[in-house]
């Protein structure tokens, strides 16, 4: 047993957590939840993504997104309408963890069907998303991954 009877894999987990708070990139000061002490992880946090890259096992339906955590700056719709603030971090979206250069895609479009120039498209630049620290089960170590608002990817083309 760890420190106050915990487990040393949770000892590890809340040293990650603090880490990550303290490099900027969670929010324990947030709104908290019965039963949900650590709110930036459990819930989320808005960040801007403020670029992709395609990911070397497939670069033609997943993309790494590198964001900075975002606020409503001014009321409405528009690129001004948000500010980021912090370091960078990486983020991957969920809707693409199935998504591969054949088949059916995570967003249900089958990859036969897009015809022409038609393709998939990563998350764009300065687009607010919701991302979400995780727990990665084989070493304990975190992402973040996007749990809301420009999801799934867009697919655009011509005949």
């Avoid at 070397?56 to 528009?78: E, F, H, L, M």
């Avoid at 620290?133 to 084989?138: F, H, N, R, Y």
Wanted: with cysteine; charged share 15%.
């Amino acid at each position: 047993m760890g420190m106050f009877g915990l487990s040393n894999s949770d000892v590890a987990i809340l040293k990650k957590l603090v880490a990550a708070h303290n490099s900027g990139g969670l929010d324990l000061t947030g709104p908290r939840r019965r039963g949900n002490p650590v709110s930036g992880a459990a819930v989320g946090f808005w960040a801007v993504v403020q670029s992709s890259s395609p990911e070397n096992s497939d670069p033609t339906t997943k993309w790494i997104y590198t964001c900075k955590r975002g606020s409503k700056a001014t009321a409405g719709y528009g690129s001004s309408a948000w500010s980021v603030t912090g370091d960078t971090f990486t983020a991957y979206n969920p809707a693409e963890n199935i998504n591969a250069t054949t088949g059916r895609q995570g967003d249900g479009i089958d990859v036969a069907n897009l015809t022409g120039s038609f393709a998939f498209y990563p998350i764009q630049p300065n687009t607010p998303v919701i991302v979400r620290l995780v727990t990665v089960a084989d070493d304990g170590s975190a992402e973040y991954w996007i749990v809301g608002a420009g999801m799934p990817n867009g697919v655009d083309g011509g005949c």
